[in-house]
């Protein structure tokens, strides 16, 4: 049939004829009774999913010709009655002559894909593996096969509600609110390009879907007692290469994926400097580090290319589990991530009165305004100091009343 009720909610079509539950007399799609029994019909449903096909139903028109079939969803039946007429015109003209591919084909959200990574591959460096991820675990199994228009914010709600729900990777009941809004950035990043590149016409139905809000200036960072413990474990650990990595992580603030690719040729201990080629802001880095982490490199034995390497010299990968032993070992809280120290880095530095623009240097920020989840650590010290302020006004002046004042 050319002319079909489609399902909004499962994406299915159907015939536009009821059937009489009593004598099984096909009957019009607006038929109340039964034209050869006289029962009463109820709405028409659908077949798949069982819901009522309301007054905002659509309609699915499918023209076939020679094995080839165009598609198209309307919102009601005189525009689906019309949009039929007009495709077998057209065809009868040779206006849109399917067998010579003239006709517009069906774009579906996997032939996006197939065009954008390639494209991400060139101008997402960096990110396009975190893309690549993201679409096959959660967009491919929902859009992959489905036509860019037949997309719609309902479904792309229903995705946000059940990775709500759905259990992660690591055992987690529902995705963090960060990945939700990589998944929602992504499609919408389809759709943008799609439209760039003449596959899709029209609003992106990510417009209409409200992306979680997330808090990107948390700050992470160990108290004097969490500090100590984790110092004096990293002393006792039995893997040195492990409490090296931490150290490294502990005393120059370098991002984990940074301290995994480090190899020894960008390290110049005589100037006290560590060259970072492949940071996060796209540059080559070269940053000053301490008397402490020098200490740490000169006590490391260089078995490899890299400074700390995995399995046969090679790079090593990740370093979840190691920090996940560490951090136990050190009664450190669950949810204090490595990627902490390099928070507490930043703000042991903050605190203790150098600028953020120095801080954005050493962290190899891009921006400073990265940096400026840690002005109010600069706020307290700068309130500790006016403290002290009036203590040496008073000390000076004699006033030893007003002193034991302020001292209390």
Partial sequence: MAIQIYCTECRSSCSLEKKCPECGTACGTDAKKCTACGHLLEGKKCPICGESFGRDKKYRVSVSVKGKRANRIVDNLTQAREVEATLKSDILRA??????????????????????????????????????????KHHEPRFGNTALEEIAPLDIERMKAEMKQAKTPQGKQGYSDATVRHVL?????????????????????????????????????????????????????????????IRICLYTGMRKSEILKLTWDKIDLDRKTVTICDSKGGTTQVIPISEEAVAVFKGIAQKSEYVIPGPEGKMKKTFRDPWYKVRKAAKLPESYRLHGLRHNFASQLVSNGVDLYTVSKLLTHKDVRTSERY????????????QKSGKLINRNTGSETTLRDAEK
């Fill in 185 to 245: 950035v992504l499609l919408g990043h389809l759709f943008k390009k799609a439209g760039e590149w003449g596959l899709f016409e029209g609003k992106s139905p990510t417009e209409s879907v409200r992306k979680p809000k997330l808090d990107n200036r948390i700050t992470e960072f160990l108290t004097a007692d969490e500090m100590q413990r984790l110092i004096s474990t990293l002393e006792t650990w039995p893997c040195k290469r492990s409490a090296d990595f």
């Fill in 95 to 136: 206006e849109f002559d399917i067998a010579d591919h003239k006709v517009k084909k069906v774009v579906t959200l996997a032939d996006v894909w197939k065009k954008y990574l390639p494209w991400a591959k060139v101008d997402k460096m960096k990110s396009w593996k975190t893309d690549d991820f993201f679409y096959r």
């Fill in 375 to 386: 002005a109010h650590l600069s706020d307290e010290s700068l309130r500790q100091a006016a």
